[in-house]
């Protein structure tokens, strides 16, 4: 496609249930990047991908996140057990390239909300 | 370590006014890149600039322009003749080149307010 598309466009969870969010990258395109948007304006980078394999996890948490790109498949970002604190808009980007000698397009994110 | 800081957390104009939205970033790296971003209330980003370190020339596309300057470690924007739709929260953000990431670093952002 020519758009980074991500579904849902919001979700609502039940603190501790799980999360499920997809992003289908721009064709061609070989790098993902999963950001998380809090308080409104505050970017926070959790993952990057170069195709399947996992490029850059430095901002995942460890523990009840995780991530994956399969072939022929939307990449897709989980959170089991979701907390409150876990409300914000996730934003996928892809580019073509890693570095930024390219722009990174993003998706319309996905607006989390845990209650 | 990177860093982006947009010191001024919101600014109001009226229609016509022109406005500069200030970005200072942080870095060791000798090659690096600088992007702005718009994020309108519908909450997409939309790219508007890229610029890499070697290239300090300033930029100019319609009512928008770009003064980077390395010496005082700057990228800021500026929008000629506002319009209610320029209101938006815009975003500098630093991506590294030596490391080569490619993750970016965004500043905190500004909120641009536009009267009519």
């Known amino acids: 496609g020519e758009e980074v598309a991500q579904t849902p466009k919001h979700l609502v969870r039940g603190e501790g249930q799980k999360a499920k969010l997809y992003c289908a990258p721009i064709?061609?395109?070989?790098?993902v990047f999963w950001y998380q948007q809090v308080l409104k304006n505050e970017f926070k980078f959790l993952i990057s991908?170069?195709?399947?394999?996992?490029?850059?996890e430095t901002g995942m948490p460890k523990e009840r996140f995780s991530a994956k790109c399969l072939p022929n498949s939307p990449c897709s970002l989980e959170i089991q057990a979701t907390k409150l604190e876990d409300s914000a808009v996730y934003f996928c980007?892809?580019?073509?390239?890693?570095?930024?000698?390219?722009?990174?397009?993003f998706g319309q994110g996905t607006r989390l909300t845990v209650v | 370590a990177q860093k982006v800081t947009q010191a001024q957390t919101e600014i109001s104009v009226v229609e016509k006014e022109d406005v500069t939205l200030d970005c200072v970033y942080e870095?060791?790296?000798?090659?690096?890149?600088l992007f702005w971003y718009k994020q309108p209330p519908s909450g997409e980003l939309v790219f508007l600039i890229r610029r890499n370190s070697f290239d300090e020339q300033n930029e100019i596309s319609g009512r928008y322009s770009w003064n980077f300057q390395k010496s005082t470690s700057s990228f800021n924007f500026t929008i000629t003749a506002s319009q209610v739709v320029d209101s938006a929260v815009y975003f500098c953000?630093?991506?590294?080149?030596?490391?080569?990431?490619?993750?970016?670093?965004f500043g905190q952002g500004t909120t641009l307010q536009v009267k009519p």
């Open positions: 953000a630093l991506t590294d080149g030596s490391s080569n990431t490619g993750k970016l670093i």
């Open positions: 870095t060791r790296d000798t090659t690096y890149y």
């Open positions: 980007a892809s580019s073509q390239v890693r570095s930024g000698n390219t722009e990174a397009f």
């Open positions: 991908f170069q195709n399947e394999n996992v490029f850059d």
């Open positions: 064709k061609g395109h070989s790098y």
